[in-house]
């Protein structure tokens, strides 16, 4: 199994890219398949529109009938985006999915944020957003591809494990 994520483009019906989007984030959060399904994006453009003398700015799909995902390909992910209701197939020839390239990624407007965090594993960080705020947190694992980290905060007198957004932390100085 390849463990690095390659965005795929999946064929949807007409109409149905948000229905596929939103069926596909609940299955990945039912069955916790966060570390082999890491984002879903329909490409849209502002595009401006006249209707009645008015003109208006409007957002449109880019390629309407298609979703995009960011996935590690096993047969466990091939087969939950393939059995997903509104999704017809993987592009690709035959039933093999093709994964874009970086080229063809930038090309299609995806813009993936830049990780720049400067913490490390074993170091403590204070939590400034969300429901621990105030809360000094000891970094134990971090997912730059998720933006995300999990860490121990010290509640109660016991070590609970919380999973942070890169935004929630901040590094003790």
Do not use: C
Request: net charge negative.
């Amino acid at each position: 199994m390849a463990d690095k994520a390659k965005w795929y483009v999946i064929h949807t019906y007409s109409g149905y890219e948000n229905k596929v989007k939103a069926n596909l984030e609940k299955t990945i959060e039912n069955r916790n398949l966060h570390n082999l399904i890491l984002d879903i994006q329909i490409p849209m453009e502002e595009v401006v529109e006249e209707k009645n003398g008015v003109t208006k700015i409007v957002q449109r799909k880019k390629y309407p009938g298609y979703v995009l995902v960011k996935m590690i390909m096993t047969d466990e992910s091939w087969y939950v985006v393939r059995n997903t209701r509104g999704v017809t197939g993987f592009v690709g020839p035959g039933s093999k999915p093709v994964p874009l390239t970086d080229e063809e990624v930038e090309a299609m407007g995806i813009v993936e944020p830049v990780v720049d965090i400067d913490i490390e594993v074993g170091e403590n960080v204070k939590i400034v957003k969300g429901p621990l705020v105030g809360f000094v947190a000891q970094i134990q694992e971090i997912n730059k591809e998720k933006r995300k980290i999990k860490a121990l905060v010290n509640m109660f007198g016991r070590e609970t494990p919380v999973e942070l957004d890169f935004n929630q932390v901040e590094k003790i100085l």
